[in-house]
């Protein structure tokens, strides 16, 4: 098993920075991905950043040029640099992981608000 906290989020105005951060525990060798989503209010659950433990590291049109994601296998965390903040970035953040352990299956932070407002 996997297990994610995320740290950071809170209030910000428009154009305001802010990061987020998720640190894993457990299994952490058997984890394949790790990332960002985020859900808004009324709205389904979209990604927002995610990076492979190989591969490309893969963003969202809306937040591109924007956000950056980055990963530190040795702490096992991923942080989400976000910068340039819109009221519709508005959301909750939940980090994920995806694990492959005899089958690939996802675990979830438990959530972080971030509300840009001014």
């Known amino acids: 098993q996997v297990q994610l906290v995320e740290s950071g989020g809170g209030l910000v105005q428009p154009g305001g920075s802010l990061s987020l951060s998720c640190a894993a525990s457990g299994s952490t060798r058997n984890i394949l991905v790790m990332g960002w989503f985020r859900q808004a209010p009324g709205k389904e659950r979209e990604l927002v950043a995610s990076?492979?433990?190989?591969?490309?590291?893969n963003y969202a049109d809306s937040v591109k040029g924007r956000f950056t994601i980055s990963r530190d296998n040795a702490k096992n965390t991923v942080t989400l640099q976000m910068s340039s903040l819109k009221p519709e970035d508005t959301a909750i953040y939940y980090c994920?992981?995806?694990?492959?352990?005899?089958?690939?299956?996802?675990?979830w932070g438990q959530g972080t608000q971030v509300t840009v407002s001014s």
């Open positions: 990076f492979p433990s190989v591969g490309r590291i």
């Open positions: 994920n992981a995806v694990v492959l352990n005899f089958r690939r299956y996802d675990c």
